[in-house]
């Protein structure tokens, strides 16, 4: 049985996920908070399983509440969220930053498939073992580990990055450590609820400090610009030139970050540098392996930084990636891979 606190200011959304979660076998809802206040307390009170987070919250913000539960009873938190206000999508990715595990968007009136999204994501986010101060703990590694050393290659003309489950603040932390000049087009594509995909790129744009955009068919990837994947389109490249296509989903994705790899393997193989992160499943990893096979430079992350452990590991196991490295060695990796640190 799954033990779950909702917490919401509107008793009409919080009844919706209450009743949603109480007409499931597998769960029991052990609690429900109006404000912040109350979260902190009742979460600290009850210790559930997962917890459902607002984040225009009263009192105390739901960021507040993430980084107060995070650093004294950490437990794995959905961000149960409106996609149509900015500044509240804004703090949906600090909110992710600080520990949160995913995002869904509210449930709007007689949309279709919520109800089992929802009871997914809970279920999803329930089974990630979550970190005391994720960002400090990362902080403290990067402290004490080494640089990685530089590593001459032949020419590297593109970056890729995949991430799903706690991808947010990892695909931050691998830009955060690229230099400013980096001299690269990068391309990231991100598992998220599509209804926060574009709030993504401005986020990343205003955290990174580098220009992000959404891919639109038939761009050319710009040096030292991130490219980013759109919802509900696979991201190829093909000529030089962003593709955007309706093939079927991979691994239940779309877009998928295998269909990008594959198409980098076949389109620029050698001088492609891909890096896979954290996240739940195996996508990605297949992708991963034909760009090492086609002579490109693939890096996963490990498990002990890692959110999830499933993409990464995937790719470790079957051979796909080059070096296995810690979250806050993969920026400065990537840099000395190209020459630029």
């Not at 919706?16 to 076998?25: G, Q, R």
């Not at 539960?69 to 600080?98: C, D, H, K, Q, W």
């Not at 997914?120 to 960002?135: D, E, L, Q």
């Not at 989903?249 to 990008?260: A, G, M, Q, W």
Request: with cysteine.
């Amino acid at each position: 049985m799954i033990r779950v606190l909702v917490v919401d200011d509107s008793p009409t959304v919080r009844a919706k996920l209450i009743e949603v979660l109480s007409a499931h076998p597998d769960f029991t809802v052990v609690g429900e908070a109006s404000n912040g206040r109350e979260a902190i307390e009742r979460c600290t009170a009850l210790r559930p399983d997962v917890m459902t987070l607002d984040l225009a919250l009263p009192e105390i913000d739901g960021l507040g509440v993430t980084e107060h539960i995070m650093a004294a009873t950490p437990t794995p938190i959905l961000i149960v969220s409106a996609s149509f206000n900015r500044g509240e999508v804004f703090n949906t990715y600090e909110a992710l930053n600080a520990g949160a595990v995913d995002v869904l968007d509210k449930p709007r009136e007689d949309e279709e498939g919520w109800d089992a999204r929802f009871i997914a994501a809970v279920r999803m986010v329930s089974r990630i073992k979550v970190i005391t101060h994720p960002r400090g703990r990362l902080r403290a590694l990067h402290k004490a580990t080494t640089p990685p050393a530089i590593v001459r290659t032949g020419r590297i003309d593109l970056l890729a990055i995949g991430a799903s489950t706690g991808g947010p603040s990892a695909i931050l932390d691998v830009l955060a450590g690229l230099p400013k000049s980096f001299p690269l087009p990068i391309l990231v594509l991100l598992h998220v609820d599509p209804a926060f995909a574009v709030s993504f790129a401005d986020w990343l744009s205003t955290r990174s400090g580098r220009t992000v955009r959404i891919a639109e068919n038939g761009a050319i990837p710009q040096a030292g610009q991130v490219m980013f994947a759109p919802p509900h389109k696979h991201l190829t490249l093909q000529g030089g030139r962003a593709r955007l296509v309706d093939t079927p989903p991979r691994h239940h994705c779309r877009p998928s970050i295998d269909v990008l790899f594959e198409s980098l393997a076949a389109e620029r193989g050698s001088s492609t540098l891909a890096a896979l992160l954290t996240g739940m499943g195996r996508d990605g990893a297949s992708g991963m392996l034909a760009i090492r096979r086609a002579g490109g430079h693939t890096i996963a992350q490990d498990e002990a930084t890692s959110v999830v452990f499933g993409m990464p590991r995937e790719a470790a196991l079957m051979g796909a990636a080059d070096r296995v490295l810690p979250l806050p060695e993969i920026g400065p990796a990537i840099a000395a891979y190209v020459g630029t640190t």
